[in-house]
């Protein structure tokens, strides 16, 4: 949701419906069963807001979000690079294993 908040100007009366559309995606993105991926789920999140918002309304946003954020919604993070440089580098079991259990200590 920030990162939609630092890019639009939201008014205060569509404020819900950004948080529930960010809820919804970020939703999808974390599920990894290929049956959540469907539209059905739109009017559980139009639920949510009351009634106040439709469900077609919940999905416009969706699609206006991902466009905004160019369908890239996951950001790197070391741990990424990590495995990165791990798959680029390949390194000897020992190191490799070295490299996973030292960020944790």
Known sequence: MARAL???NVDKAKLQLLGV???????????????YYRQENATEYAY?????????ELLDNEKN??????FRLHTATCAHFLH????V????EPTRVLSNVLPLL
Request: proline content about 2%.
């Open 21 to 35: 559309t960010c809820m919804k995606l970020a939703d999808v993105f974390n599920e990894r069963s290929k049956e």
């Open 48 to 56: 949510i807001t009351a009634e106040e918002y439709s469900a077609q």
């Open 89 to 92: 580098l390949a390194p000897d």
């Open 65 to 70: 979000l991902l466009a905004l954020f160019h």
């Open 84 to 87: 990165l440089y791990q798959a």
């Open 6 to 8: 630092s890019d639009l």
